[in-house]
């Protein structure tokens, strides 16, 4: 056999050559490919490719169970977090990333953009890198993220829109900017890395792992899965600008550089609880009316094994 291209690189111990395709067929962008031409393309690159068929969530369990070398996922953000959160941990899997989805966020923060087939191709050669999970604490029980968690306007909104009602980013960006015209604040005393924090009026706490969340939306443009750490995006209601700098500010890229944005490095953060409703990453933790304590969020770093298109890993 004549191969078009070498495999990427292992971690030490997988076989180089064990593929395992994932295909979301209800994501928004699935006739882009099929399952088929992502396992002919791989098998060209020189990988024995094994596509594993899921209806849903559910049955990414026994799909994932005994996989090794790289897992490829093709679908939106649902899809490779359902994938991620199943093999949190195990990095002598690697995950490849095909984002086939609205929003793509976690591709978009990766650098991985483009046609499935191109996608594909230009991992051949590339390598893999460490990628952080967030861990979550509360009173509501444990949770892990791949994009963010937050409580505040973005929750109160997740909590009210409805995503099957259409992903439109727009739909999203007007929900929000309308929430935080209305919202009333948070008064949260955070504390990160064991120092508290001064008492803040929040309009909204993100704890950001990727740079954008949602219908994309890109609170933490500077974020870095990679770096061990998490951003903790906060807009302080004491100096709540007009909508429009709001939505401005998303669009253009520089959310964090607004005067009423606060951005911080953390590796652990406690939010004090209240009852406030909460996401993390597309689900809603809802608001529990008289509910107090604390929700205590950690950077898991390194948490998962990610393929790099070749020339992007560093
Ligand atoms: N492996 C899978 N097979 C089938 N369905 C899945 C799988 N993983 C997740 N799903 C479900 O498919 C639905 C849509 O997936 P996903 O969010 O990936 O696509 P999308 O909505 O097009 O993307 P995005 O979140 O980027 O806008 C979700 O409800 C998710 O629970």
């Given at each position: 056999m004549t191969l078009d291209f070498q495999p990427a690189p292992p971690?030490?111990?997988?076989?180089?050559?064990d593929a395992t395709v994932i295909f979301n067929s209800k994501a928004g962008g699935s006739t882009k490919a099929s399952p088929d031409l992502l396992v002919e393309a791989l098998y060209r690159q020189g990988y024995r490719p094994v596509y594993r068929a899921t209806d849903d969530e559910a049955d990414l369990q026994t799909a994932l169970q005994?996989?090794?070398?790289t897992v490829f996922v093709a679908g939106g953000d649902g899809t490779v977090r359902a994938a991620a959160l199943r093999l949190?941990?195990?990095?002598e899997v690697r995950l490849g990333v095909i984002p086939m989805g609205t929003a793509n966020n976690i591709g978009r923060t990766l650098g991985i953009e483009g046609e499935p087939l191109d996608v594909l191709a230009s991992y051949a050669g590339g390598r893999a890198l460490p990628l952080d999970l967030g861990r979550i604490t509360a009173p509501w029980g444990e949770d892990l993220f791949l994009e963010a968690c937050g409580c505040g306007a973005f929750a109160d909104v997740m909590a009210e829109y409805d995503p099957e009602g259409g992903k439109s980013p727009l739909r999203a960006l007007t929900a929000l900017t309308t929430t935080l015209g209305n919202f009333t604040p948070l008064e949260l005393t955070l504390t990160l890395d064991g120092q508290p924090q001064p008492e803040m009026a929040c309009m909204l706490v993100e704890v950001m792992n990727t740079q954008a969340t949602g219908p994309r939306l890109r609170l933490a443009p500077s974020a870095d899965p990679s770096d061990g750490a998490l951003n903790v995006i906060r807009v302080d209601a004491g100096g709540r600008e007009g909508l429009l700098a709001y939505v401005a500010a998303l669009a253009r890229g520089n959310f964090e550089e607004l005067a009423s944005v606060q951005n911080d490095l953390a590796r652990r953060i406690d939010i004090p609880y209240v009852g406030q409703a909460f996401h993390v990453d597309g689900e809603v933790r809802p608001a529990r009316p008289g509910g107090s304590g604390v929700v205590r969020i950690e950077v898991w770093a390194g948490a998962l094994s990610v393929l790099m298109p070749k020339g992007q890993e560093g």
């Open positions: 971690v030490s111990g997988t076989d180089v050559t005994d996989v090794r070398g949190a941990g195990r990095t």
